[in-house]
């Protein structure tokens, strides 16, 4: 019998011991006892703990992406504060799930073929989202457009990991700004640090809030 209970259980179990113990230190034991069921029944819904593993990221995917849809559904005045918010978004989603979040950006590298293709979903549905906006800004500039975007999200998934890797001293606002920052200026974008730090601020009391 399939339990849908049941299975999120498991899913937020193997969340907080994939979370606590590392991918590949964390076993299925050590998964269905924290959510309370036998191995049998775990095996009932997943075949392997790599599986576990891509139903979370699919989970994690479809939240940041009904975030990004959410905060494109926002009016801004122009692109350059379009771009802020999503960057923070993305960042603040991320921020969220630290730990879980770094064995998506990092470990999942590697696993296998199906793993690896999952990871590359998630970064190009990124980088289609921050390519039409640095579109809407470097119209004249329309055959680097792909390689911003991927420049752009490999800054701002790096920058990230290395902040949740190091325990990193550094507030969640200065991560972005200087995430924003750095490639504003890459990008040639007008950089005006107080008007950005502004936005950064104002987009990270909204997330707060939803």
């Known amino acids: 019998h399939i339990s849908e209970e049941k299975q999120n259980n498991i899913l937020n179990a193997a969340a907080e011991v994939f979370a606590e113990k590392g991918y590949y230190q964390a076993s299925i034991q050590a998964i269905t006892q924290k959510a309370g069921v036998s191995t049998g029944t775990f095996y009932i819904y997943y075949k392997s703990k790599e599986e576990v593993l891509l139903s979370l990221y699919h989970q ?24 802020i918010a999503c960057t923070t978004v993305v960042v603040k989603v991320y921020a969220t799930k630290p730990k879980l979040s770094l064995i998506m950006l990092t470990k999942i590298i590697g696993m ?9 979903n998630v970064f190009n549905q990124l980088c289609q989202v921050f390519q039409h906006i640095i579109a809407e800004i470097h119209s ?17 998934n790096a920058l990230t990991a290395q902040w949740i890797a190091s325990s990193d001293q550094r507030s969640l606002a200065d991560l972005i700004d200087m995430i924003i920052t750095y490639n504003f200026r890459a990008l040639q974008i007008p950089v005006d640090e107080e008007i950005i730090r502004k936005h950064i601020i104002r987009e990270i009391e909204r997330e707060n809030e939803r």
């Open 112 to 120: 296998s073929k199906l793993s690896e293709n999952e990871y590359y």
């Open 140 to 156: 004249d500039r329309s055959e680097e457009l792909y390689i911003f975007s991927i420049a752009y999200i490999q800054l701002l």
């Open 60 to 83: 994690f995917s479809a939240h940041l992406d009904a975030v990004i849809k959410e905060t494109l559904a926002s009016q801004y005045v122009g692109s350059t504060e379009k771009m």
